[in-house]
T-cell receptor, first 114, second 114 residues
């Protein structure tokens, strides 16, 4: 089974621009969650989607948004980029098994805002 | 507000030693706790998942314990190897039903010296 695929792997943008990141979950996984990782703040939860509906949202400004498509693929968008948005953005898909919810992460998109 | 703390932030040990990584959380009302491994510039790999009703989980040389009442978890690594060098993160799933999210610790950067 293919793992979680995130594209692009690296991205360089300038302040004020917008960016769209893509995540394809493992086949059959219907839940996708997004995280921001920075050296200072660590890993922080952005939002979670299940069957095209946003199920939960972290404490990020409205510039951060996302969506999920009927094939479970998800995108996140950041508008009006700021220097502080530079981070590794990770996507995870969730498998619900007998031992509970287990997350599988992609390799991430490294975003640099100049 | 749930907070997760990992101590120490970094650890360096010689190959072959047994070691313990610590994780503490402030609110015992958790759904589960998960230990992850992260290699530089990569996504996270799930190591062990412990449900709130469980006390421990084992996988190969790894053993994770959970004491909800004291808000603590430990990850025990037996007979450490250079390939175990990575950052280890713990995360608790907490929140109200249907709106749970993962809260991560800052991680312990582990170096195993040959």
């Amino acid at each position: 089974k293919a793992g979680v695929t995130q594209t692009p792997r690296y991205l360089i943008k300038t302040r004020g621009q917008q960016v769209t990141l893509s995540c394809s979950p493992i086949s059959g996984h219907r839940s996708v969650s997004w995280y921001q990782q920075t050296p200072g703040q660590g890993l922080q939860f952005l939002f979670e989607y299940f069957s095209e509906t946003q199920r939960n949202k972290g404490n990020f400004p409205g510039r951060f948004s996302g969506r999920q498509f009927s094939n479970s693929r998800s995108e996140m968008n950041v508008s009006t980029l700021e220097l502080g948005d530079s981070a590794l953005y990770l996507c995870a898909s969730t498998y619900l098994g007998g031992s509970g919810e287990k997350l599988f992460f992609g390799s991430g998109t490294q975003l640099s805002v100049l | 507000k749930q907070e997760v703390t990992q101590i120490p932030a970094a650890l360096s040990v010689p190959e072959g030693e047994n070691l313990v990584l610590n994780c503490s959380f402030t609110d015992s009302a958790i759904y589960n706790l998960q230990w992850f491994r992260q290699d530089p510039g990569k996504g996270l790999t799930s190591l062990l998942l412990i449900q709130s009703s469980q006390r421990e989980q084992t996988s190969g040389r790894l053993n994770a314990s959970l004491d909800k009442s004291s808000g603590r978890s430990t990850l025990y690594i037996a007979a450490s190897q250079p390939g175990d060098s990575a950052t280890y993160l713990c995360a608790v799933r907490a929140g109200i039903q249907g709106a749970q999210k993962l809260v991560f610790g800052q991680g312990t950067r582990l170096t195993i010296n040959p």
